[in-house]
Nanobody, 128 residues
Framework: VQLQASGGGLVRTGGSLRLSCSAS????????IGWFRQAPRNQREHVSC???????????????YYRDSVKGRFTISRDNAKNTVYLQMNSLKPEDTAVYYC???????????????WGQGTQVTVSS
């Protein structure tokens, strides 16, 4: 089971990036996928999560969640054919600068300790 986050980079304030979370050895839609970020000297914080949409239980309906500071700017989505989860980030701000991680969970949660497998992280830097 291996996750890989990619797509980070350096952008100016107001710019956009699309992060990808891909998997090898398992199907991403078997899990809820969360995105977290960690800025220097800060704790890791939850950014967004998407439930599985395989419909095997009532909550596995693809519902998405966002922290308040990114609502309206970030969009999480799945492409099951590509076994990838995306985080589209628009209107980026300097305070979005962090290393971004994706992780698996049985069900979406904003607590990092609920998540099992983690990708290696991708750096996002937003210049002012």
């Amino acid at each position: 089971v291996q996750l890989q986050a990619s797509g980070g980079g350096l952008v100016r304030t107001g710019g956009s990036l699309r992060l990808s979370c891909s998997a090898s050895g398992f199907t991403l839609n078997s899990y809820a996928i969360g995105w977290f970020r960690q800025a220097p000297r800060n704790q890791r914080e939850h950014v967004s999560c998407v439930e599985s949409n395989d419909g095997t239980t009532s909550y596995r309906d693809g519902t998405t969640y966002y922290r308040d500071s990114v609502k309206g700017r970030f969009t999480i989505s799945r492409d099951n054919a590509k076994n990838t989860v995306y985080l589209q980030m628009n209107s980026l701000k300097p305070e979005d600068t962090a290393v971004y991680y994706c992780a698996t969970n049985r069900k979406c949660s904003d607590h990092e300790y609920d998540y099992r497998s983690w990708g290696q992280g991708t750096q996002v830097t937003v210049s002012s």
